[in-house]
């Protein structure tokens, strides 16, 4: 089975901090993606990787970057974390099945509050 | 443009009962994928069932099923004899064209009664 490790299920910090969630995926997936889920927003993301040391921003990139020095590992870091970005963090993988058979496997979610 | 849609923000289902959750799709990509993902309250997003465009027969998986109508370009989740466990959120996506990245519809938010 495809396990894909968040690092944290629930993280406190505080305004101004700087933050790092990590994504650790164990099927030498290709694809890395960061998503954020607020309510009534969906499902939103920042950012994915293709490769190692490859990014492209999502659709909401800003106060966000991102890591990928190796194929397992992905980090999402929030420069100067702000209140505004409490919200629910995901990570995902997925390997090149073709663009139609793309599945993406999810981790279990870190639930971040900034205070 | 392409877009996923899902019209039941909510629905309740009796323990033991069918219950069909809603998604219809726009693409203008002869070849495609849809998936749906249960995220129960614990907030881990998992994959149930996928269905290629290509695909002659509607796709199963134990108890989903996923009743596609290409035509009408909809891929209706149906999860038969529902049980507790089954409650939580269903989202539909699929791939935007030409990339690895998902668009997902805004969920359908399922309670099983006892």
């Known amino acids: 089975d495809v396990k894909v490790t968040q690092s944290s299920r629930y993280l406190v910090k505080r305004t101004g901090e700087k933050v790092f969630l990590e994504c650790v995926q164990d099927m030498d997936h290709e694809n890395m993606f960061w998503y954020r889920q607020d309510p009534g927003l969906g499902l939103r993301l920042i950012y994915f990787?293709?490769?190692?040391?490859?990014?492209e921003k999502g659709d909401i990139p800003e106060g966000y970057s991102v890591s990928r020095e190796k194929k397992e590992r992905f980090s999402l870091i929030l420069e100067s974390a702000s209140t505004n970005q409490t919200s629910m963090y995901l990570c995902?993988?997925?390997?090149?099945?073709?663009?139609?058979?793309?599945?993406?496997?999810f981790g279990a979610g870190t639930r971040l509050s900034v205070l | 443009a392409q877009k996923i849609t899902q019209t039941q923000p909510g629905m309740f289902v009796q323990e033991k009962e069918a219950v069909t959750l809603d998604c219809t799709y726009d693409t203008s990509d002869p070849s495609y994928g849809l998936f749906w993902y249960k995220q129960p309250s614990s907030g881990e997003m998992i994959f149930l069932i996928y269905q290629g465009s290509y695909d002659q027969q509607n796709a199963t998986e134990g108890r989903y099923s996923l009743n596609f109508q290409k035509a009408r370009k909809s891929a209706n989740l149906v999860i038969s004899a529902s049980q507790l466990g089954d409650s939580a959120m269903y989202f539909c996506a699929m791939p935007l064209s030409g990339t690895y990245k998902y668009i997902f519809g805004t969920g359908t938010r399922l309670k099983v009664l006892a």
């Open positions: 990787s293709y490769d190692v040391k490859m990014k």
């Open positions: 995902a993988s997925s390997t090149w099945a073709g663009l139609a058979k793309n599945i993406q496997y």
